[in-house]
């Protein structure tokens, strides 16, 4: 039997993350890191959804999912690059460059038919967020009855949250000011529609939002840092498989989000002494 009882969907973005100092390449993507995490911590289910390239990266990305027995039987591959992103490490703290916009599955959009939805509804949530070129599908999503988990990132703008945050009901991003601000921006997301708003500081840990309570969660100390890449990505995975799975155990949800926020803290700091996102690194020649 799993260890959580939880089914998670990815749906969008996958990429390979290539690092210039090293010459490594690194399987992610906000939804590709959802599901690695979310099988590193034995739900009962982890899907990706999502398009594919044709290259030679493409399928390093697609080995490494079947690897960690993650489903992908409602991806597709199209002609074509598959995404990528250049960066390099400062001290542990992972640095982006240049990037081709998601290759093929930047350029295709995606249109969700009856057949997709119902597959979708299978799952406990969906994960999707602001680089994965599925906005569109938002409102059929959420008219399905879906749980959306959108990660809305630091660069989301005022407008594009009053578009699409009302679609999702759990919303997450990465906030840089004071905690007043902080506190602020997540009433403004809330006003929107998501039953959650949460935002990650860095090091100085997290703060949430349910419309009636702020809760603050501290980060935990990392033991060595080796990579912040995929920090964000691994705190909003534990969190939203620890409260679904506790929620689901009958446990009252104040205290539930209390200790989703706890084991996403624990688990957020591992991730950063890992290489890459979740590791599978694989040499790449330019």
């Given at each position: 039997?799993?260890?959580?009882?939880?089914?998670?969907?990815?749906?969008?973005?996958?990429v390979?993350?290539?690092?210039?100092h090293?010459?490594?390449?690194?399987?992610?993507?906000?939804?590709?890191?959802?599901?690695?995490?979310?099988?590193?911590?034995?739900?009962?289910?982890?899907?990706?959804?999502g398009y594919?390239?044709?290259?030679?990266?493409?399928?390093?990305?697609?080995?490494?999912?079947?690897?960690?027995?993650?489903e992908?039987?409602?991806?597709?591959?199209?002609?074509?690059?598959?995404?990528?992103?250049?960066?390099?490490?400062?001290d542990?703290?992972?640095?982006?460059?240049?990037?081709?916009?998601?290759?093929?599955?930047?350029?295709?959009?995606?249109?969700?038919?009856?057949?997709?939805?119902?597959?979708?509804?299978?799952?406990?949530?969906?994960?999707?967020?602001?680089?994965?070129?599925?906005e569109?599908?938002?409102?059929?999503?959420?008219?399905?009855?879906?749980?959306?988990?959108?990660?809305?990132?630091?660069?989301?703008?005022?407008?594009?949250?009053?578009?699409?945050?009302?679609?999702?009901t759990?919303?997450?991003?990465?906030?840089?000011?004071?905690?007043?601000?902080?506190?602020?921006?997540l009433?403004?997301?809330?006003?929107?529609?998501?039953?959650?708003?949460?935002?990650?500081?860095?090091?100085?840990?997290?703060?949430?939002?349910?419309?009636?309570?702020?809760?603050?969660?501290p980060?935990?100390?990392?033991?060595?840092?080796?990579?912040?890449?995929?920090a964000?990505?691994?705190?909003?995975?534990?969190?939203?498989?620890?409260?679904?799975?506790?929620?689901?155990?009958?446990?009252?949800?104040?205290?539930?989000?209390?200790?989703?926020?706890?084991?996403?803290?624990?688990?957020?700091?591992k991730?950063?002494?890992?290489?890459?996102?979740?590791?599978?690194?694989?040499?790449?020649?330019d």
């Amino acid at each position: 039997m799993a260890a959580k009882c939880v089914k998670v969907l990815g749906f969008g973005d996958n990429v390979v993350d290539m690092y210039e100092h090293s010459h490594v390449m690194y399987p992610g993507g906000n939804c590709v890191n959802m599901c690695a995490y979310s099988s590193m911590q034995d739900v009962e289910r982890s899907a990706y959804m999502g398009y594919f390239g044709t290259d030679e990266i493409a399928e390093f990305v697609i080995d490494v999912l079947h690897q960690m027995k993650i489903e992908t039987v409602k991806c597709k591959q199209l002609e074509g690059e598959n995404g990528w992103s250049k960066c390099t490490l400062i001290d542990g703290d992972r640095t982006f460059g240049d990037y081709n916009q998601g290759g093929v599955r930047g350029k295709t959009p995606y249109v969700l038919d009856h057949f997709d939805i119902e597959y979708m509804q299978q799952f406990d949530f969906v994960h999707t967020g602001n680089y994965c070129y599925t906005e569109s599908q938002l409102e059929k999503m959420k008219g399905a009855g879906l749980k959306i988990s959108f990660d809305f990132s630091d660069d989301s703008d005022r407008a594009y949250y009053e578009k699409y945050a009302p679609y999702v009901t759990y919303a997450f991003c990465s906030f840089d000011g004071t905690d007043e601000e902080a506190k602020e921006h997540l009433r403004f997301i809330h006003s929107l529609g998501p039953e959650i708003a949460s935002l990650t500081r860095g090091a100085k840990g997290c703060i949430l939002y349910d419309g009636t309570e702020f809760y603050v969660q501290p980060a935990t100390k990392i033991q060595k840092q080796v990579d912040t890449m995929g920090a964000g990505d691994s705190f909003i995975t534990t969190f939203m498989v620890s409260f679904t799975d506790l929620v689901k155990k009958g446990v009252a949800r104040r205290e539930a989000i209390r200790g989703a926020l706890q084991d996403a803290a624990d688990f957020a700091a591992k991730v950063c002494e890992l290489d890459g996102a979740f590791g599978y690194g694989k040499p790449y020649e330019d």
